[in-house]
């Protein structure tokens, strides 16, 4: 007992020393906190305290917090007015530039590649479809503030400069013009040209709104994943386990799947990372002398002009975007998600009117053809166009299939000859290859091979 009491009056000492010590070394703000006094009367309003910060989207966010003197707890806690969330979000809208004088500031060598350009600028060239773009990310922001996460980026609200339409004095021909940044399109499929996918990000779709009739049986890279999704949607909604809301989305998902099928089996498409396109927002494509799908166009950066085609439809709200292949031209680095050119010194020009149909693959010498002849009317270039070349292998040659020379039997006469005949179905000409009408011609495999030529 008395060994046991000593540890007890051991212990005790050794506490009351620890907590001597943590006294000692305290911090003199926390060394004496003085409890505070009740106060009868309810609590002074608590004043609101500035805060500035930036959004993930490039938003900056002013915040304030004000309090209101309120009844009890219990009562603020049932109203839903006792606790609220005003949001004001604030956008200057853009001037856009209408001198060359303006366009220069961005784009300093534009005048000098394009020196017809001046002429072919009205006293008041801007097209109301810039105003139409605004409006439409006004809206869009409108429709989207209660979900920050949806919000246009600052970057994406303020991605274009100006659109302008021009016409040359002497030839009259007619272009739009916009100055903007390049975010890149990697979207589109051919099973004709290229049976091998090229990978598929985020947001990748393998259809381009410039499309033709397949030309040969060979299947698009990206039919089999999208029947698979289509197998496994209507798997799902015939489960008598799932929800209604799940329901409902299976609903209006399996016609789209349907109908994606449909179209992978029966057309082909540009390929984002082998051909130059551009891409227009849809509101640009309305009325009568606006550009359309497959129309020519030239994209202007640096000192060189890039042939190109209207390939694409965008979305209202956005503007400037190329193929892959135009991106990683003007800069190697530039994938699906890394833009070749972030700030608005891209120009765009588009020849309304100018497609030609029916839309078939591409032949690259005659979209730089007719960019030169339409950049010649516009008053010319200083400096030659770029000169795009095909980066997609031809398909192989067919290998004839061999056919059998008959064994001599004891009938067999001397005089007699013998002819091989081919087998059934197999022919020794190779198979006739999609016809060219826009980017590049698909190469006709060669017969004979000339020695030290390579495959």
């Known amino acids: ?8 009056f051991v212990a005790i000492v050794y506490r009351w020393i620890s907590l001597e010590r943590l006294q000692h070394f305290a911090p003199a703000e926390i060394k004496a906190t003085p409890t505070p006094e009740p106060t009868p009367t309810r609590p002074p309003v608590i004043g609101g305290k500035l805060e500035t910060a ?34 004001k979000l604030q956008a200057r809208l853009p001037s856009p530039n209408k001198t060359i004088e303006e366009l220069a500031k961005i784009s300093p060598r534009l005048p000098a590649l394009l020196p017809g350009l001046a002429a072919m600028l009205s006293p008041d060239p801007v097209s109301p479809l810039f105003a139409e773009l605004y409006n439409t990310k006004v809206k869009m ?5 209660v979900r920050l996460d949806l919000l246009l980026s600052r970057h994406n609200f303020y991605d274009c400069q100006t659109v302008l339409h021009l016409q040359h004095p002497q030839s009259h021909r007619k272009a739009l013009l916009l100055q903007a940044d390049m975010d890149v399109d990697s979207d589109g499929s051919d099973g004709d040209r290229m049976p091998v996918g090229t990978g598929a990000p985020i947001n990748f779709k393998p259809f381009t709104s410039y499309k033709w009739p397949k030309k040969t049986p060979g299947p698009n890279p990206y039919l089999a994943a999208t029947e698979e999704r289509l197998r496994r949607a209507e798997l799902e909604a015939a489960l ?35 051909d130059p396109y551009i891409v227009i927002p849809g509101a640009f494509t309305r009325g009568h002398d606006a550009p359309k799908t497959g129309d020519y166009a030239v994209v202007v950066f640096g000192d060189a002009i890039y042939p190109a085609i209207v390939g694409d439809i ?6 400037g975007e190329a193929s892959l292949r135009i991106a990683k031209e003007i800069n190697a680095q ?18 309304a009117g100018t ?26 270039a200083t400096v030659p166009l770029h000169h795009w070349v095909n980066i997609i292998p031809p398909p192989p040659t067919p290998t004839p299939t061999p056919t059998s020379t008959p064994t001599p039997s004891s009938s067999f006469s001397p005089s007699q000859t013998s002819t091989p005949s081919p087998s059934p179905g197999t022919s020794t000409t190779p198979s006739p290859t999609p016809s060219a009408t826009f980017a590049f011609p698909i190469q006709t495999p060669s017969v004979s091979a000339t020695p030290g030529s390579s495959p």
Request: hydrophobic residues 35%; aromatic residues 6%; charged residues 25%.
């Open 314 to 319: 965008g979305p209202n709200d956005k503007a």
């Open 355 to 380: 497609a030609d149909t029916p839309f078939g693959p591409p032949d690259f010498e005659k979209l730089q053809a007719r960019c030169q002849k339409l950049v010649d009317e516009i008053g010319g």
């Open 141 to 145: 922001l409108r429709e989207n503030l």
């Open 54 to 87: 930036k959004l993930f989207n490039g938003v900056t966010v002013h915040s304030t917090v004000e309090t209101l003197p309120g009844a009890d707890a219990s009562t603020e806690r049932v109203d839903p007015e006792s606790y609220v969330l005003d949001l």
């Open 240 to 274: 008598k386990t799932i929800t209604p809301e799940r329901k409902r989305e299976l609903r209006n998902a399996i016609p789209q799947l349907r109908a994606e099928v449909g179209t992978l089996k029966k057309f082909s498409f540009l390929i984002g990372t082998t």
């Open 1 to 8: 007992m008395l060994l046991l009491l000593a540890g007890i």
């Open 334 to 351: 530039s994938t699906p998600y890394n833009r070749p050119v972030s700030d608005l010194k891209v120009t765009y020009l588009v020849f």
